[in-house]
């Protein structure tokens, strides 16, 4: 029988995203407000975010520039569309962000969150192809544990079992590199791991199985996040950038977590020196304050595009709510407050001593691997024989009970805290955690 749903009261109508409803409506927990690196519940307690919220608040919460500047937009222009006409502050923002993008990256497609940048990007991939005259190319590529966001497109491409088998046969003409994650040779590593740049070669068999001729673009995420941090092994970006140049292949970096200086550079990209030909973002985008994602593609494609269209609309594609005016008042706030501040630099600058703190765990309970690059770590844990994703589960509700907000999947926390962070917070994470740990079966 399945579980009875017993919820608290008024908590029916709400069907949550990515959540064990059952479990959570029985013993909710509830987040009331939030300042600065921390959240509070409906009782006022503190609980320090160890998160980011999900990897998206970067300059921390409640920051006073980003709340007056949508205060003042809503006011002034609450929505304006962006179907042959606009407004200003939509150029601005789009103008901003491309002084961050890798140079000549710099034409700006406007969405609502990273799905919807992932699918705009694979679809932006595709029309390339075909209207630079290589419409045979329709293929997409992209890797095992990948997560890209829940959109047809992004879970066809992603690489996750539970997010695709339930969904039919999604979209078809999509191959998977393997992924990166090598435990044995690599557990414990500080950084970037040394061993599997080789794995980039699997791309040379999947064009030797369907030709380079069939296939459009590969899609990765330069660091993974969702799947439980799989860091790229030293050489393995670059050489996949090689084989996709061999091969007329477009390299999407999916920087959806990466961007907005979660490595301590604006985008992963500059990070490892690795060039794509088009980055998608979101969340660090508006501090996560208003839902947006964005597309950054070569000035190459773009052009191409516009150039060699046949209709007065060069590409058929958009959303109701593309470049919205509350996103890009965010936004631009968003940026000011990151320069400002000089986040990017004290994520780098704060980056030694994560990694450090954090490797101290690795006598911890539970513990079989620690691996981090920038503001990111992941803690995994040995699964309970069986019983697949309950231990990690727990130690959230442990961690949250105790006051502190942890990101779980499948056995693995991962933490990426706001880059405001500060040493003695770093040091009550690492405290809490081992408390946490040790507490656990
Ligand atoms: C790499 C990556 N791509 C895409 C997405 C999807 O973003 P959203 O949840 O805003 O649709 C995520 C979300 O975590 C992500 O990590």
């Known amino acids: 029988m399945p579980d009875k749903i017993n919820s608290q009261p008024g908590l029916d109508a709400f069907w949550m995203p990515f959540t064990a409803n059952r479990r959570f409506k029985r013993e909710p927990r509830l987040l009331a407000r939030a300042e600065g690196m921390h959240y509070y519940d409906q009782a006022g307690r503190p609980i320090l975010d160890a998160t980011a919220g999900l990897w998206c608040v970067n300059a921390g919460h409640a920051r006073p520039k980003i709340i007056e500047a949508v205060r003042r937009q809503v006011a002034e222009l609450d929505y304006a569309p962006s179907f042959n006409l606009s407004h200003p502050i939509a150029f601005e923002f789009a103008s901003r962000v491309a002084e961050l993008t890798p140079e000549r990256m710099d034409r700006i497609f406007f969405a609502n969150s990273g799905s919807e940048a992932v699918d705009s990007a694979l679809k932006i991939a595709l029309a390339y192809q075909r209207v630079r005259g290589q419409g045979t190319r329709t293929r997409l590529i992209g890797r095992a544990r990948g997560y890209h966001g829940v959109g047809f497109g992004g879970i066809s491409v992603g690489g996750i079992v539970k997010n695709r088998m339930y969904f039919g046969t999604l979209l078809t003409g999509v191959d998977h590199l393997p992924h ?3 435990i044995k040779r690599n557990a414990f590593s500080h950084g970037m791991p040394e061993h599997g740049a080789e794995l980039a070669d699997a791309l040379e068999d999947i064009v030797a199985l369907h030709d380079a001729s069939t296939i459009a673009a590969v899609i990765v995420e330069p660091v993974a996040g969702s799947t439980g941090v799989l860091l790229p092994p030293k050489g393995y970006l670059e050489r996949l950038r090689a084989l996709c140049d061999k091969h007329g292949i477009l390299l999407i970096f999916d920087e959806v977590i990466t961007g907005f200086g979660r490595l301590g550079a604006p985008f992963a990209a500059e990070y490892f020196g690795v060039r794509p030909d088009i980055i998608t973002m979101a969340k660090g985008l508006t501090n996560g304050s208003v839902p947006m994602g964005a597309v950054a593609v070569d000035r190459r494609i773009h052009d191409t595009i516009l150039e060699k269209a046949d ?17 890009c008042a965010a936004g631009i706030a968003t940026l000011d407050t990151y320069k400002e501040e000089k986040l ?3 994520a780098a600058a704060l980056s030694p001593y994560w990694q450090e703190a954090m490797h101290s765990l690795r006598d911890a309970h539970h513990v079989i691997d620690i691996r981090n690059l920038g503001l990111i770590v992941c803690i995994e844990l040995e699964p309970r024989p069986g019983k697949p994703t309950e231990r990690a589960l727990e130690a959230f509700e442990a961690a949250f009970d105790a006051g502190l907000l942890i990101r779980v ?14 040493k003695p917070e770093i040091d009550k994470m690492v405290e809490m955690l081992r408390t946490v740990l040790a507490k656990i079966d």
Do not use: K, M, N, R
Not at 411 to 418: F, K, V
């Open 180 to 182: 990166t994650h090598d």
């Open 311 to 327: 209709s007065p609309i060069e590409l058929f594609h958009g959303y109701t709510y593309s470049g919205h005016p509350l996103a």
């Open 409 to 422: 999947t499948s056995d693995i926390i991962a933490l990426s805290p706001p880059l405001i962070v500060q």
């Open 344 to 346: 990017f630099e004290h």
